[in-house]
């Protein structure tokens, strides 16, 4: 019996080193398929339990907590662009199974970390050292964070506090390894069971978008960006706080930043001890995000709960720039007229100005039905207001609307729109705060609609410097 599992052991060891790239596509379509089968046949056998609804949702909680943890220990062995998903399905609770949120939502800033060896290896490659203890006089070798494609470490450069953000090893070969077969993942569920969105047009733009998030030197410069912006509104540092990078040490796979002390919005008894007023957190992301997103067209685009610290006076820190998303001056304009129909509670000009946008539904066009219905997926899509009771955008649900009027194309420019007002979405529920994000934007969608601003120019050497001397004041007693 052990000579053949020996020999199978050997066989993909020698296939992983002979052949990574087929080693990695068999060993994700090896966890993905049973996932698949599974539901599948716990689907088909559920729709015979017509009359017992207690027995089929203790079939479905089962399979769902079985389903999470596999795709979890996909996600951490596996690594790479894997990692985005699941961390992206994990905040969206609204749209999966609650069990599959409770098992993913780790996977935001709390993946296994590498050993401290390899993060060292990397600064010393970035920064031309032969040792890290050339340029920090500490670095505490517990990640503060593990995520995606970096990990962070909290260390000391002269006299005061910073976060080291270095690239995993072979990261970014994977990353693109991987949105191959998502794109042959997303073209199957397509023509079988997904039919309900354009998943099509949701990895066509996570294959422009992520290899941008491999240039931490590009991630400086929106930082700087969005922080002259957010400043030139009295947003930053008003309402929200953006960390300062250290010039001289950003490169490419490698960035030294201020270190930033807050805590997550779910730390409940944190927030009680410093007297935080959740609603008034969630108001300032309000601000930050119609400025960016209705006014300057350049925005964070990943603001789950472990990139938004919550600071003991009240204000927010942004952290994580890696994934920014720019968007033009016609989809900018567009979306202004759409939040405004939003905020006015205009559910037939909302719902024109979704179909304006590119967002296409099944139906006839000339059905009311399908007007209210894009008015619905307006709310549960693009904004942060309580869905009607009764309601769910939940395509697993056998309530929501997604079932019988599915979004058939869906413009790969607004996808990032989405995950970040989903996003927001989930980290009002994490806040415990009811709260719409439309209301919120409205002024910004009213100077938006009289706006033609273009991108800010990068912040010159000299507001370099002055970010610098700001990071150098920045206190060290913070733990």
Not at 201 to 228: G, K, W
Not at 234 to 261: H, K, N, S, W
Not at 367 to 375: F, N, R, T, V
Request: hydrophobic share 45%.
């Amino acid at each position: 019996m052990l000579l053949p599992v020996l020999a199978v052991k050997g066989a993909r060891a020698l296939l992983r080193r002979m052949c990574p790239a087929l080693a990695r596509d068999m060993e994700f379509w090896s966890r993905v398929l049973p996932i698949y089968v599974q539901y599948k046949m716990t689907q088909q056998y559920t729709q015979r339990l017509v009359s017992d609804a207690d027995r089929r949702d203790e079939i479905w909680t089962r399979k769902h907590a079985w389903g999470a943890k596999q795709v979890y220990n996909l996600c951490t062995s596996m690594r790479g662009f894997y990692l985005k998903d699941g961390q992206f399905i994990g905040s969206r609770a609204d749209f999966v199974p609650a069990a599959w949120c409770d098992e993913l939502c780790r996977l935001q800033d709390r993946v296994p970390p590498v050993p401290f060896r390899c993060i060292e290896r990397t600064l010393c490659e970035s920064f031309g050292v032969n040792t890290i203890q050339q340029i920090f006089s500490h670095v505490d070798q517990r990640a503060l964070g593990s995520a995606t494609i970096a990990q962070v470490h909290k260390a000391e450069w002269c006299g005061c506090a910073v976060v080291i953000k270095a690239q995993y090893a072979d990261q970014e070969a994977l990353c693109r390894l991987d949105l191959k077969n998502l794109r042959k993942l997303a073209e199957f569920l397509q023509s079988t069971d997904f039919q309900f969105f354009d998943l099509i047009s949701v990895v066509c733009e996570f294959e422009q978008q992520i290899p941008l998030e491999f240039d931490f030197e590009l991630e400086a410069r929106h930082m700087h960006t969005i922080a002259t912006n957010l400043a030139r509104a009295e947003i930053c540092p008003q309402l929200v706080c953006i960390p300062a990078t250290v010039p001289g040490l950003v490169a490419r796979r490698a960035i030294v930043m201020e270190y930033m002390d807050g805590v997550r919005i779910t730390e409940r008894d944190t927030l009680e001890q410093w007297g935080i007023d959740r609603l008034r957190v969630v108001e300032a992301l309000g601000h930050a995000y119609g400025q960016m997103l209705l006014v300057d067209g350049l925005f964070h685009a990943d603001c789950h709960e472990g990139n938004v610290f919550v600071l003991r006076d009240n204000r927010v820190a942004l952290i994580d720039f890696g994934n920014v998303k720019s968007i033009n001056q016609e989809t900018r304009r567009a979306l202004c007229a759409f939040y405004l129909a939003m905020a006015n509670g205009d559910d037939e000009r909302t719902g024109q100005l979704l179909f304006a946008m590119g967002i296409e539904l099944k139906g006839d066009l000339n059905d009311p039905s399908l007007l209210s219905k894009a008015a619905l997926y307006a709310n549960g899509l693009f904004d942060t207001r309580p869905l009607p009771l009764g309601v769910e955008i939940n395509p697993f649900s056998s309530r929501s609307p997604l079932r019988t009027a599915p979004i058939k194309r869906f413009p790969a420019e607004l996808f990032m729109v989405l995950r970040t007002m989903g996003l927001l979405r989930a980290f009002c529920v994490q806040a415990g705060v009811r709260f719409a994000m439309s209301r919120a934007f409205e002024p910004y969608a009213m100077q938006g609609l009289s706006s033609t601003t273009t991108p800010t120019k990068f912040p010159t050497p000299s507001k370099a410097q002055r970010l610098a001397s700001r990071l150098r004041r920045f206190s060290l007693s913070s733990p």
